[in-house]
């Protein structure tokens, strides 16, 4: 699991890469990225699997803030990302949200 901020030099904004190892989820078919950015969609931000069997996504973040998200494997199984920021509890359930600074 990797998180890589790129942070854009004419707006406040960073093209962030999200990528869920393919260790996490070995046997996955799809793994969808579901945060604050997408109103916590759960098939708004599809991640493309990659030939290592990882997947992975960027998407447009404005920086100054920070934003909450999962990775949703197969539409059943949620997980953190290990390297991310900080955590936060997660309202729903007994679990933490990780969380992307920028």
Do not use: H
């Not at 790129?6 to 969808?32: D, I």
């Not at 447009?60 to 539409?75: C, P, S, V």
């Not at 991310?84 to 990780?98: C, M, Q, T």
């Amino acid at each position: 699991m990797s998180i890589k901020k790129q942070f854009l030099k004419t707006k406040p904004q960073a093209n962030v890469t999200f990528q869920l190892g393919a260790e996490t989820a070995p046997e996955a078919s799809q793994v969808t990225l579901v945060g604050d950015f997408n109103n916590w969609n759960e098939s708004a931000t599809e991640m493309k699997k990659l030939k290592s069997g990882a997947f992975k996504a960027t998407v447009k973040l404005e920086t100054g803030k920070e934003y909450q998200f999962r990775y949703l494997i197969d539409g059943k199984v949620w997980e953190n990302d290990w390297e991310a920021d900080k955590y936060v509890p997660n309202n729903f359930s007994f679990e933490d949200n990780s969380v992307v600074a920028l």
